[in-house]
């Protein structure tokens, strides 16, 4: 295939997936038929001026200087080998640019760490509990009443997490409360990630008018992101081809579930 084509097949991919960088289009190229190089393909983006570039900005959405319980971490030392074992959840911001003015609203996600699938999400105006409540809500409807027994829910230590409401619908449905003790980013790396693709690939590079308009553009975000993006941790399957598999993934990048320290991993074992 010659140069102009290839491009060409990269913005075809980029019309979903508009920031996806070098390795995941090879992948994706490949599985449209086109076997090309990795250098090959860089050198190519990069003289067609088609690198993503990465931008970098942090709002706080974590408050955990309150009176209310604060649990301990359950997801130190376990490997998941199956979804439904371990979901981490965290809040990310999002730019809205109304007409006459920008403001912030928040999204909520709740992230299977086996599949890498976004399980649960709500787009919310505040920062107190209701936001990630309706997201929990949401990624506990997706499966049959009773098959979240054991379930290990993971998050940071902040409010909205640690609050009675949240923690009543948590063991309500025989999950397992397990939050961050250190501020480590290391404890809740792959809630981290997943926020972090949304907004480098997508979110950034967003133009949203209002309210209805993030929600629209955020179900759409999401659903390319579960059924379209490969993901290398999880040997460039698509987190919803990875719902089936069980046994340790077969990881071609960085382990972002392992903590900074190495420790003896225990392995769960599925229902």
């Not at 809205?96 to 609203?105: F, G, L």
């Not at 941790?233 to 190495?262: C, D, Q, V």
Request: proline content about 3%; glycine content about 6%; hydrophobic content about 35%.
């Amino acid at each position: 295939m010659d140069d102009t084509a290839l491009l060409h097949e990269v913005r075809e991919i980029r019309r979903e997936l508009p920031r996806l960088g070098v390795r995941k289009l090879q992948v994706l190229l490949y599985q449209r038929g086109h076997d090309v190089g990795r250098d090959r393909l860089f050198d190519l983006l990069r003289e067609a001026g088609m690198l993503v570039s990465r931008r970098r900005f942090r709002a706080r959405t974590t408050d955990s200087r309150h009176w209310m319980r604060k649990w301990g971490n359950l997801i130190r030392d376990v490997v998941p080998v199956c979804m439904n074992q371990v979901w981490v959840s965290d809040i990310t911001y999002v730019e809205i640019k109304a007409v006459n003015r920008s403001y912030w609203m928040y999204l909520s996600l709740i992230t299977d760490v086996y599949t890498h699938e976004i399980v649960g999400y709500a787009l919310h105006d505040t920062l107190d509990t209701a936001g990630p409540l309706r997201a929990l809500e949401m990624a506990i409807g997706e499966f049959p009443a009773g098959t979240l027994q054991g379930l290990i829910h993971h998050s940071d230590r902040g409010a909205q997490y640690c609050s009675k409401e949240y923690v009543s619908v948590l063991q309500k449905n025989g999950i397992r409360v397990s939050m961050t003790e250190n501020g480590d980013p290391y404890e809740n790396a792959i809630a981290e990630r997943t926020n972090g693709i949304l907004k480098t690939e997508w979110l950034y590079h967003e133009v949203l008018r209002g309210p209805v308009h993030a929600q629209k553009r955020i179900d759409e975000i999401i659903y390319t992101y579960n059924h379209r993006r490969p993901h290398m941790s999880i040997g460039n399957l698509t987190p919803e081809e990875a719902r089936s598999m069980k046994g340790e993934a077969a990881k071609l990048w960085k382990n972002y579930f392992a903590l900074k320290h190495e420790s003896v991993k225990t392995a769960l074992a599925c229902q």
